[in-house]
C-alpha cells in the first residue's frame, strides 16, 4: 500500500495533496528483519572473544605444561636452562622481554614452565606459535598492546611468550638452572 494521500492544508502546506512518509511495507519489514538479527550479532561477537580467550588459554597451557615443543636457545645449539617453577602469583606471560609488551595471560605459583631462551633478567618459556593477527591486532593479546609488530614481539604473525625471571625457581628435581 502506497501511504495515504493528505490534503495540503492538513500539514500545514499549499503545494497540492502530499504523500504521507513512514515505516511502512518494505521498509517495515526491513527493520524488523535487522532487529530481530540484533541478537544474533551479538551472540556472534560473544563467541570471538570467547575463541580468543580459549587460543590464549591453550597457549597458557601449552607453556604451563611445557609443551610447546623443545626448541633450542636462539644464541646456539646450547641447551635450554631448564625447567623453572613460578614463584608468584599472576606471573604475566609478555608478547616480547618488557612490561610495555602485550598480556598473553597470566601463570599461577607453582606452574612448571621450560625455559627455551634467556635474554637479561627475561626468558621465553615456549616456541613460536600463531599470533592469531586480524585488522594487524593480536586476537591472543588479553591486556596492554595488541599490536602484530615487531616491536611487540610478534614478527610474520607469530609470537613466543616471556616471562621475568625474577618470578621462577628452580623446578624441584628438576634441571632448572637460574636464569637471572
Known amino acids: 500500500m502506497p501511504g495515504r494521500l493528505l490534503p495540503a492544508a492538513a500539514i500545514g502546506g499549499d503545494n497540492?495533496?502530499?504523500r504521507r512518509t513512514g515505516l511502512t511495507g518494505r521498509r517495515l519489514l526491513t527493520w524488523i528483519a535487522l532487529l530481530m538479527l540484533l541478537p544474533c550479532l551479538g551472540v556472534l561477537l560473544r563467541l570471538r572473544r570467547a575463541a580468543r580467550r580459549v587460543r590464549a588459554l591453550a597457549l597458557v597451557l601449552a607453556v604451563g605444561a611445557g609443551a610447546a615443543g623443545s626448541a633450542q636457545l636462539a644464541t646456539g645449539g646450547a641447551e635450554p636452562p631448564g625447567r623453572m617453577v613460578v614463584a608468584a602469583d599472576g606471573l604475566h606471560l609478555r608478547t616480547c622481554p618488557d612490561t610495555a609488551c602485550g598480556s598473553l595471560g597470566?601463570?599461577?605459583?607453582?606452574?612448571?614452565?621450560?625455559?627455551?631462551e634467556a635474554r637479561g633478567v627475561w626468558v621465553r618459556v615456549g616456541a613460536p606459535a600463531d599470533a592469531a593477527c586480524a585488522g594487524g591486532e593480536s586476537g591472543l593479546v588479553q591486556?596492554?598492546?595488541?599490536?602484530c609488530r615487531p616491536d611487540n614481539g610478534i614478527e610474520n604473525g607469530r609470537v613466543a611468550p616471556w616471562v621475568h625471571s625474577g618470578h621462577l625457581a628452580p623446578a624441584p628435581?628438576?634441571?632448572?638452572?637460574?636464569v637471572r
Open 16 to 18: 497540492g495533496p502530499v
Open 106 to 116: 597470566v601463570l599461577s605459583r607453582g606452574t612448571e614452565v621450560a625455559v627455551r
Open 143 to 147: 591486556t596492554g598492546r595488541r599490536a
Open 173 to 178: 628435581g628438576g634441571t632448572g638452572a637460574s
